[in-house]
C-alpha cells in the first residue's frame, strides 16, 4: 500500500486549495482514507475521513463547513477540497490508510492508520 499526497502550496487567507492522495497497491473499497494534519509546535490532528463505501465521512469541527473530502474510484485517488483557508489550517497534510472489512464499508474510523503518504506543505498567509 502506497500513498502520495500532494497539491500543497502558498495561499492567502481566504483562498482554495485541492490536495490529492493518490493509492496503488489496494482498492479504495477496501480501506478507510483520513487525512491529518501537523502544524507547526501542535500535535497532529485528524482533518476528514472517508468509509471504504464513500458514503460516510467526518470533518473536525474546526475544518467543518470549508473543507470536503472526495473520491475518484477509478482514479484511486481522494481528494480533500480546502475552502476559506486560514492561517491556522497552516500545516504539513498527510493521507493515511487503514483496512477495513467489507461489514465495516459504511464506517468512519478515526484511529488506527497503518499506512502513511509524505506530507504535502499547506501555508495560509494572512
Known amino acids: 500500500v502506497q500513498l502520495q499526497a500532494s497539491g500543497g502550496g502558498l495561499v492567502q487567507a481566504g483562498g482554495s486549495l485541492k490536495l490529492s492522495c493518490s493509492a496503488s497497491?489496494?482498492?479504495?473499497?477496501?480501506?478507510?482514507i483520513g487525512w491529518f494534519r501537523r502544524a507547526p509546535g501542535k500535535e497532529r490532528e485528524g482533518v476528514s475521513y472517508?468509509?471504504?463505501?464513500?458514503?460516510?465521512?467526518y470533518y473536525a469541527d474546526s475544518v467543518k463547513g470549508r473543507f470536503t473530502i472526495s473520491r475518484d474510484v477509478a482514479k484511486n485517488t481522494v481528494y480533500l477540497q480546502m475552502n476559506r483557508l486560514k492561517p491556522d489550517d497552516t500545516a504539513v497534510y498527510y493521507c493515511?490508510?487503514?483496512?477495513?472489512?467489507?461489514?465495516?464499508?459504511?464506517?468512519?474510523?478515526?484511529?488506527?492508520?497503518?499506512?502513511w503518504g509524505q506530507g504535502t506543505l499547506v501555508t495560509v498567509s494572512s
Open positions: 497497491g489496494y482498492t479504495l473499497d477496501s480501506y478507510n
Open positions: 472517508i468509509s471504504g463505501s464513500g458514503g460516510t465521512t
Open positions: 493515511a490508510a487503514r483496512r477495513i472489512t467489507r461489514a465495516t464499508m459504511d464506517v468512519v474510523f478515526l484511529d488506527d492508520y497503518n499506512y
